[in-house]
């Protein structure tokens, strides 16, 4: 029933946060995602964390690129900006939206193949120029849009729906982010709902306009993992 259109109407009790806000005001439409998929947990994360830290949501630039990961902007604050990029180029687009208006914050968020594969020099860069962004990468060591192959990410000798093995070393994407001076790293698991929303509110103080300074000191990195 993904077609229906959530409710405008709140309930006149809902808590609100200081900017005078429900946690619906925060929401997007309705998952069109597979019914359990961690992605969707990952937005609501998001959704709480920005309800807590009183963001206004027009405050908000959210940018992607292409997979499952990339419709996940569509699920939360709907009434921020948005922007769908092409596959692996989500850091550039950014970049050159932050160029342009700076009192945004950034949230950009990708997957393990659009950032690990097809994206991996963009997303190095991204880090390494100090983009003052919120980077988030819904990792789940496979390319669920295309029917289960393996991604950059999947461990070794990890086995697919047809059992068979992946004989490949996996990127290691945290690693990468601390090697090229990412000012703040950390990783969740989408199955822990208040340790993910904790993590995104902890980026999201990191990554406010008013932190601008120099290059060497605002670059944003953050890796939730998404279960398969």
């Given amino acids: 029933m993904t077609y229906i259109a959530k409710p405008k109407l709140h309930h006149p009790t809902l808590a609100r946060n200081k900017v005078g806000h429900t ?28 309800w807590e830290l009183d963001i206004e949501p027009h405050r908000v630039a ?7 990961s990339s419709k996940t902007p569509t699920y939360f604050l709907g009434n921020s900006h948005g922007f769908n990029s092409v596959h692996g180029r989500m850091p550039s687009v950014l970049t050159g939206a932050n160029l342009a208006n700076g009192d945004l914050l950034y949230l950009g968020v990708s997957g393990d193949g659009d950032t690990a594969s097809i994206g991996l020099g963009q997303f190095a860069h991204s880090v390494r120029r100090g983009v003052n962004m919120v980077y988030i990468v819904e990792n789940n060591g496979v390319y669920g849009l295309t ?5 950059a990410t999947a461990d070794r000798g990890s086995k697919s729906k047809r059992g068979v093995a992946n004989t ?32 995104s509110a902890n980026e999201m ?17 953050l890796t939730l993992t998404s279960s398969a």
Avoid: N, W
């Fill in 23 to 50: 946690r619906r005001d925060y929401e997007g439409t309705v998952s069109t995602l597979c019914a359990g998929c961690g992605h969707d947990s990952i937005s609501a994360a998001i959704v709480q964390a920005c």
């Fill in 62 to 68: 959210k940018l992607s690129g292409i997979g499952c």
């Fill in 147 to 151: 029917k289960g192959q393996f991604s």
């Fill in 168 to 199: 490949d070393e996996p990127l290691d994407i945290i690693g990468m982010a601390l090697l090229l001076g990412a000012t703040f790293v950390a990783r969740s698991f989408s199955g822990d709902a208040l340790g993910c929303a904790a993590r």
């Fill in 205 to 221: 103080t990191r990554s406010v306009p008013a932190t601008r300074t120099a290059p060497s000191t605002i670059s944003r990195s």
